[in-house]
């Protein structure tokens, strides 16, 4: 089944480290997108990237840092410089074909202790 | 810079009734897309309808319809006969009609809580 997949589902980390969260799709959409997701904020964009090797600032994007190596990865690196960074992370996909219609993927907790 | 509001932090209904939730949007663009996702518990992300911009008429999907008021740039999704499985998070959002750059992302309300009671 085409989809996206993220992991881990869940992540702890101690304050300090940086950590990578994983979205592979095999939908063979050129666009990913990762979104940060508070309580009472609704979703706001991290990072995105248009093609290979290729990838643009979104609106919070300080303290984050991707990759865009595959066609089918964009993992998303939660470094420790971002002060925040428990929240729910979700990385999404578009294809421009596709009716401008974003697919999302389950989605990652990351709770920093 | 394109913005969503979402006004009704909240919303409940009975199951089997009506219920519509609003959403404004503001825009200098006259080509652009607008869209609901539902988000439940799982917090899978879904998408519900869609709606172009430059057709008039109102998209439905089965018990989900909007009302789309371009000149008043409103956008507000009615569910009818409402089930329990309805209840979830439910997030309208503006996507521009220029696929480049940072135009190529979704813009999002901050979200209404629909619950269903049985």
């Known amino acids: 089944d085409g989809g996206i997949t993220q992991s881990p589902k869940y992540l702890f980390r101690k304050e300090g480290q940086n950590v990578t969260l994983s979205c592979e799709q095999n939908?063979?959409?050129?666009?990913m997108y990762w979104y940060r997701q508070d309580p009472g904020q609704g979703l706001r964009l991290i990072y995105y990237?248009?093609?290979?090797?290729?990838?643009q600032k979104g609106d919070i994007a300080e303290g984050y840092s991707v990759s865009r190596e595959k066609k089918e990865s964009f993992p998303l690196t939660v470094t420790s410089a971002q002060k925040n960074p428990t929240a729910f992370y979700l990385c999404?996909?578009?294809?421009?074909?596709?009716?401008?219609?974003?697919?999302f993927g389950a989605g990652s907790r990351l709770t920093v202790l | 810079a394109q913005t969503v509001t979402q006004s009704q932090p909240e919303m409940s209904v009975q199951e089997a009734e009506t219920v519509t939730l609003s959403c404004t949007y503001d825009t200098s663009e006259s080509d652009y897309y607008l869209f609901w996702y539902k988000q439940p518990p799982s917090r899978q992300m879904i998408l519900v309808i869609r709606q172009e911009a430059y057709k008039q008429q109102n998209a439905t999907e089965n018990r989900f319809s909007v009302n789309f008021q371009k000149a008043a740039k409103s956008f507000s999704l009615k569910i009818s006969d409402s089930q329990l499985g309805d209840a979830a998070m439910y997030f309208c959002?503006?996507?521009?009609?220029?696929?480049?750059?940072?135009?190529?992302?979704?813009?999002f309300g901050k979200g209404t809580k629909l619950s269903v009671k049985p």
């Open positions: 999404a996909t578009s294809n421009p074909s596709g009716a401008n219609v974003l697919t």
């Open positions: 939908l063979n959409h050129d666009a």
């Open positions: 990237s248009q093609i290979v090797n290729d990838f």
């Open positions: 959002a503006y996507r521009s009609e220029n696929y480049g750059g940072s135009q190529g992302n979704l813009i």
